[in-house]
């Protein structure tokens, strides 16, 4: 006899963990089980800081779902191979069967492997995955390498080059764009971050194109560069985007959209009645445009895992999906960088105008504290009704907060003036000074644009 769970998660990440603790914090009777593959998990936003400030050391980045344990959740370490969606059935590779109420499919997503590059499979050719024993092993192995390259300057490449460099290895970034982070951040930002970057020991070629990589031995030995440079190379990372985990879920019959995400709608359910998805595996929506995008952040999965944790059972929080807004946050050579939402760069391409203005403060007031960073908003609004559609900052540790005002003031639809009212706590100590709040002073720039120039 099958042992039926009224919810079954396949996955073991950020998404799975926040989707369990969500329906057992607010269904306490229903019995849930997460299948994960692999025992140990890990942070996956801490991975790069295992090279360097965990001091190599992975057990120090480690993460699992004992949240979810703690409120009654089962877990079985084992992979999810077969669904019938028919008679409702999770088949396992050890062969055991489990019938579900309700199917998640938490399954992520993997580091794209370039197939199209020559040499791709050469050994001491790797990739960030987000897999505990892979990333102990490869943090052990890049202690004994000199000569490393990584491929691809989104914020990835750059945190995990930013990281090895500091450590005695020759790094080398390269990236197609004339920028690293150009997916992330405007061209203003993307110059700014390009440039921190450039200040540490990593060095970095942008607007270069690999070609192949070169082996003696089935060992990488070189990267052959498209205008025929070649760089010595003991080892090379790709970073060059992730992809979902969908095969499964193609399998088991669920609608893919474009991108080979499973489609789903506001509340996570898919296609088929009574299998949901969340997080890098599924679909994820444009704010503004409403259409589908590849947008895959911690930030995301999480928001989309408690969205479909309290709706499994049947809709209880209305509409409360807000679209993809990307809000993201990275710390190069001690310049914290954020955004959120929209920028010039993805705003021109859904064909949305906007208009920008920016303002910048020291964090702290007076200016004269000892621990002071100069912190910089740049706020997008819509000329149209004047509200908030996207944000940047960058300066010191605040920012990790200060955007997330920004990603709260776009979710809202918050207008700029609505903020000239905005009232900010403000410390000496802790923040801004209230007379040069970097959010109200950009969004009174933005006021003067619309209703007074
Ligand atoms: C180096 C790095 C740094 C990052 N930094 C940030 C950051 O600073 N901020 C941010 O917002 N985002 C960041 N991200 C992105 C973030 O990590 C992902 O968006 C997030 O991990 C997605 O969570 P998930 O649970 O959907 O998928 P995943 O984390 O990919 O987890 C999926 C899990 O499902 C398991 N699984 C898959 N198939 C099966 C199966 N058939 N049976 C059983 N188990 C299965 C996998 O083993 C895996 O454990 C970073 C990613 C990386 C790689």
Redesign the pocket.
Known sequence: MMKTYDVII???????IVTGVTVKKFFKDKSVLM????AD?LV??G??YIFHLLGNDAEKNKMGPKPFIDLGGEVLV????KVDKDKKEVTLKSGVQFVYEKLVF????HPTVPDFIPGYELQNVFY?K??YPYIRELALKMSGFKNIVIVGGG??GA??AEQLAASDANVTLIESEPLCFSKAFSPELSAIATDALSNTRVNIMTSTLVKEILGENNMVKQVLLADGKKIDADAVIFSIG?TA?TQ?AKETGLELNRYGDIHVDNYGRSTIRDISA????AQAFGFLTGRSNVI??????TAEARTLGHNIFGVRIKKCAAGTLGV???EINNLAMAAAGANENSAQEAGVSLLSAKFSSPDRHPGSLSDVSSLTVKLYASPVDGSIIGGEAWGGKSVGEIINIISMAIQKSITVFELVSYQVGTHPLLTSSPVNNPIIRAAEELVYQISYS
């Not at 396949?10 to 799975?16: E, K, N, S, T, V």
């Not at 299948?35 to 692999?38: A, Q, T």
């Not at 938490?106 to 997503?109: E, F, H, N, R, V």
């Not at 895959?296 to 999965?301: D, H, V």
Request: hydrophobic letters at 35%; a negative charge.
């Open positions: 396949i996955g073991g990440g950020p998404a799975a299948i994960k593959e692999e998990g996956p936003c991975i790069p084992d992979t999810a191979v938490a399954t992520g997503s960030i987000k897999s914020f990835i945190e995990v992730y985990n499964l969340c997080g890098d595996c895959k952040l911690a930030s995301t999965a993201f946050s990275t």
